[in-house]
């Protein structure tokens, strides 16, 4: 019997398709049930405050940049959304006087637009958000050289850039359609049952992809002050192939980004080896090292409430 068709988008795969027994047991879970999740190579963290959230994910650009050696550069691939650690980060490299010659950082992604990726001066470029929030505030002496600083606003050369230094931490946000970086459910072709196969969706590199229109609803709702109209319906993201070149995917669930049904989907999934390209942060329960950090006051409930 096929899949059901989404309930938000029917041209398309979303976790609106999934069993709906799975979506009950997410739903039933406790905040303290979230935290038990954890099992070898998937650890949930627990943070009682948004300072220590943030410190806690700008402390893990600063772990891995304090690792880089001339003979051993080392790089973290980092989000926007959040972005509250950004600042963080910059505050941190200049307290500590953290020498960042051979550091590298890779963005995640790049909106796109009329065939090729944005400017920075595009008012929602990712690049633009990551040199005022954190590079452009690090001391001069203390910045990595500019051709350290890798975004994928050229596919092949961001590609080649992996073969530079070693990916320490890739950190991400979850969005409401369930994906990390831009790694969006795919288009449900006419005809198709069940959705691709993990082993196809594993292998797609960086690339230009087209967005699931939750995604573009929920950038305009936390960037754009809910124009629609403003956010590009395609984007460049960093693939599933670069991935699982990062040493540790690190999640970070702030309860701005996806609401309280997703952050418990995905760590359930996850958890219990539930894979579903519907739900594309569910494939990384094949990743060896995935951190799911969550402030405690933002995980919510799925409880019904009347607004």
């Known amino acids: 019997m096929p899949r059901p ?32 999740l954890s099992r070898p190579g998937f650890t949930v963290v627990m ?6 959230f943030s410190l806690a994910e ?11 050696t001339a003979d051993d550069p080392v790089g973290i691939c980092g989000p926007i959304g959040p972005t509250e650690q950004l600042p963080l980060v910059a505050r941190l490299v200049n307290a500590l ?27 929602l470029s990712f690049e633009r958000a990551d040199r005022e929030l ?3 505030r ?44 831009f790694n969006d459910p795919p288009r449900r072709h006419p005809g198709e ?19 699931h229109p939750i995604t573009l609803a929920q950038n305009a709702r936390t960037s754009g002050g809910g124009n629609i109209t403003m956010v590009p319906q395609q984007a460049i993201t960093v693939g599933p192939a670069e991935t699982w070149r990062a040493e540790k995917v690190s999640i970070w669930h702030a309860g701005m980004h996806d609401n309280p ?24 329960a094949d990743h060896p090292c995935v951190q799911f950090n969550y402030y405690r006051g933002g995980i919510g409930t799925c409880a019904v409430e009347m607004h």
């Not at 050289?145 to 070693?166: K, V």
């Not at 049904?261 to 569910?282: C, E, W, Y």
Request: net charge negative; with cysteine; hydrophobic share 45%.
């Open 193 to 211: 049952a069940e959705p691709p196969q993990a082993s196809a969706y594993r292998a797609l590199a960086t690339r230009v992809v087209e967005l």
């Open 134 to 136: 954190c590079f452009d």
């Open 58 to 68: 700008a402390l893990e650009y600063v772990g891995a940049w304090r690792q880089a």
């Open 138 to 181: 690090i001391r001069p002496e203390l910045r990595m050289p500019e051709a350290n600083l890798h975004f994928p606003t050229d596919i092949a050369a961001y590609r080649a850039s992996w073969d530079q230094a070693r990916c320490a931490v890739m950190q991400g946000g979850q969005g409401d359609i369930k994906h990390w970086a």
């Open 47 to 52: 943070h009682d405050t948004l300072e220590d």
């Open 261 to 284: 049904l997703g952050q418990r989907l995905t760590a359930l999934m996850i958890s219990k080896r539930i894979v579903d390209t519907a739900v594309p942060m569910s494939l990384l």
């Open 5 to 36: 068709l989404s309930r938000v988008a029917p041209d398309w795969w979303d976790y609106t398709t999934l069993d709906p027994a799975l979506i009950r047991d997410a739903a039933a879970l406790s905040v303290e049930d979230v935290a038990r």
């Open 97 to 123: 006087d953290i020498d960042l010659r051979h550091a590298h950082f890779w963005g995640m992604d790049e909106w796109f637009e009329n065939g090729r990726a944005v400017p920075v001066s595009h008012p």
